[in-house]
């Protein structure tokens, strides 16, 4: 396990010291650091749980129970593609088995340039647009093939400019 | 005076571009030197319209739609502030017959109104059913939800009022409303057009349910997945509490009632309610064994109150215009309203508020137009991924708890999944399998190892290995989740499984065995 620069053990006590009076704070601390760093570094774990008098393990067992909390840094971009039912019924798996093809990844990957990662997802609430995507945070809905592309394209261009995604 | 222009905010229409239409409006307006004001509302719900664009014009509102940006130009040649008629024109939204055919009560805003705006609410009854049980005993407003005979929305269809009364006669030094805003289930989104489109009602049902069983505080525990609703949310809470509808001294009645949204992190289990209490908690979104029940020791050990966010939002309507008109909706055992959600392959998918007792058939073709792929519809899966899937034999049934119930179905949170007939069922009810696998929580060994079990069992039987001793394991396995599993989750999984292998057997290579 890698050690964690001062900084980012100041930012985490922080962060634990900001939430630990609230009645369980567990999940609402690995949020922002997650927010913060883009995932929970393993390395913080002993860091959480001794500011909330937890075992490294309970706080593990946290982190490792939940698909959203990842233990390793993102791409600079995230797509999100809905996995379930509803999106299945609008051609759902040729988008999904697409954006492998076309990212050279596959779900839970991300690409060799660190540009996107690939998640599923089971539902975005959004079945009326089947089938759905997120792409960081900002929904996609009946959205093709050539769609991805073009929003994929939007990606690599925002990056380009050194824009934010 | 300015035009009011509506373009929904609602995240189902902003994933169709309504942010780019809204500031396409605003620039073309500016251009033209027009004042206009644009509200962002919630959706209608008519999703094979948004992005719908509406303009207040007199005492009803006008609408357009689908509205993309390149329209933007022509609709303002058009005159459509000024009521004018263009290709994308669709009249008065209320006369619009998906909308006009509705019964929208716990929904009857959502879309109407600017939703973190505290005044416009009040215009629309907002507030009128809080205000009503501040002068109410507590054993009245549990009498009053009972009497409506609002059942669970989120699935099981429990009693509210029974469920408030058992938390009303715990004695507690605190007590809390748990909402349940975890929307899992494929096919559902009414929680989330609420949170997006009306979330004051939430706040308000939430805050009527604290007075009711003497509670101060609630928690909506809201899933990661709904960035937007999150948003609206605090923006609602906000605006709720600085004009006194939270905090301490409640309109007046020296009663207290705070809020406070927690995110999920991506876990299905979460959306049962013990689970959720442990992620409220801040631990692994295990199951609890039941009882104690919730309501007796629930959140932080404290007697809680577990209620989807429909059933909550339902809450002010029925105090506002009392238990019999909410009770004189529906059939049967169901009364009230549902607001039903239409998805996955159909031409006119959204959100349809009607009374208990349409047939499966009228919302699918009166309201969703049949199928998007214009091919036959072939299954259609009611409740989620832990519904039965039907088949067409079955489109008669009418909504309602107990006549779903009756044929081996569920309702669920009103979630209606339909697919063609390029459905591969065999692959569905695999799928149900996987799904259970991949988000069981792990504490009961039926649902954590019967799921991958289950999985494994379906492809040899697709594959023709051994079928009839496979689908007499898979019939065993399924008794065995759904009699031995601590929660819904393996509960329930063989509910798709069953049905899909009775109603659709020559997709798991029936006639290649007989």
């Known amino acids: 396990m890698s050690t964690l620069d001062a900084r980012t053990r100041e930012r985490i006590d922080s962060i634990v010291a900001a939430h630990a009076a609230r009645p369980g704070p567990l999940l609402e601390i690995l949020h922002e650091v997650q927010r913060d760093f883009g995932h929970v570094p393993p390395a913080a774990i002993p860091q959480i749980a001794q500011g909330l008098n937890l075992s490294r393990a309970e706080v593990y067992g946290v982190v490792s129970f939940y698909h959203h909390f990842r233990s390793t840094p993102p791409g600079r971009h995230r797509l999100a593609i809905c996995r379930a039912e509803s999106c299945q019924a609008m051609q759902g798996d040729a988008l999904a088995a697409y954006a492998e093809q076309r990212l050279g990844v596959r779900f839970g990957e991300t690409t060799a340039d660190g540009g996107c990662t690939l998640e599923a997802v089971y539902c975005l609430g959004n079945c009326a647009c089947s089938p759905a995507i997120l792409i960081d945070d900002e929904p996609h809905g009946r959205v093709t093939p050539e769609r991805l592309d073009a929003l994929l394209a939007e990606c690599s261009a925002a990056d380009a400019t050194g824009a934010s995604g | ?514």
């Open chain 2, 1 to 514: 005076m300015s035009t009011r222009i509506y373009v929904p905010r609602d995240s189902g229409a902003l994933s169709l571009g309504a942010e780019a239409v809204a500031r396409g409006i605003a620039d073309e307006a500016a251009r033209r030197g027009i004042d206009v004001a644009i509200v962002r509302n919630g959706s209608r719900g008519l999703y094979w319209l948004e992005p719908l664009v509406e303009v207040e014009a007199g005492d009803t509102r006008l609408a357009y739609g689908p509205v993309g940006t390149r329209d933007v130009l022509s609709l303002f040649d058009a005159g459509f502030l000024q009521g004018g008629t263009h290709a994308l024109s669709q009249g008065p939204t209320t006369q619009i017959p998906y909308l006009a055919r509705q019964q929208r009560l716990t929904c009857a805003r959502v879309g109407l109104i600017d939703p973190v705006d505290v005044a416009d609410y009040q215009r629309c009854e907002g507030f009128a059913g809080l205000r009503r049980a501040v002068s109410m005993e507590p054993e009245q407003i549990v009498r009053e939800v009972a009497d409506s005979g609002l059942r669970g929305r989120g699935g099981a269809a429990f009693p509210t009022g029974i469920k408030w009364r058992t938390v009303l006669e715990q004695a507690a030094s605190q007590k809390y409303i748990a909402c349940n805003a975890d929307e899992g289930d494929s096919g559902t989104f009414a929680d989330r057009m609420l949170m997006e489109g009306d979330p004051l009602t939430l706040i308000e049902g939430m805050t009527i349910a604290g007075f009711a069983v003497g509670a101060t505080r609630g928690y909506i525990y809201l899933r990661v997945e709904y960035p937007h609703a999150h948003r609206t949310l605090l923006e609602a809470i906000a605006a709720a509490r600085a004009a006194g509808y939270l905090g301490t001294d409640i309109l007046g009645s020296g009663r207290e009632f705070e809020l406070e949204v927690r995110v999920g992190a991506g876990a299905y289990i979460c959306g049962e309610e013990t689970s959720m209490l442990e992620s409220l908690e801040g631990r692994r979104g295990e199951v609890r064994v039941r009882p104690p029940l919730p309501a007796v020791k629930g959140l932080f050990g404290m007697p809680t109150v577990v209620n989807n966010v429909v059933s909550l939002a339902t809450v002010p309507v029925i105090l506002a215009r009392g238990a019999a008109f909410y009770r004189d909706y529906g059939v049967g055992q169901s009364r009230g309203t549902l607001p039903v959600q239409l998805a996955g392959n159909l031409r006119r998918g959204g959100l349809v508020e009607v009374a208990f007792g349409p047939s499966l058939r009228e919302l699918l073709y009166d309201f969703g137009g049949g199928s998007a792929s214009g091919r036959p519809l072939r299954a259609v899966q009611v409740g989620g991924p832990l519904g039965a899937y039907l088949p067409e034999s079955q489109f008669d049934t009418p909504l309602d708890y107990e006549a779903l119930a009756a044929i081996g179905a569920l309702l669920g949170h009103g979630g209606v999944v339909a697919f063609d007939d390029t459905v591969d069922m065999a692959r569905m009810a695999r799928f149900a399998m996987q799904f259970c696998a991949l988000e069981s929580c792990g504490k009961c060994t039926p649902c954590r190892i019967g799921s991958t079990r289950g999985a494994e069992l379906i492809d040899r039987i697709i594959l023709g290995q051994g079928r009839e001793q496979n689908l007499r394991t898979l019939a065993d396995l399924c008794e065995t989740m759904q009699h031995g599993s601590l929660c819904g989750l393996g509960g329930m999984t063989p509910f798709p499984v069953r049905s899909a292998l009775q109603h659709f057997p020559e997709d798991f290579g029936a006639t290649r065995a007989h």
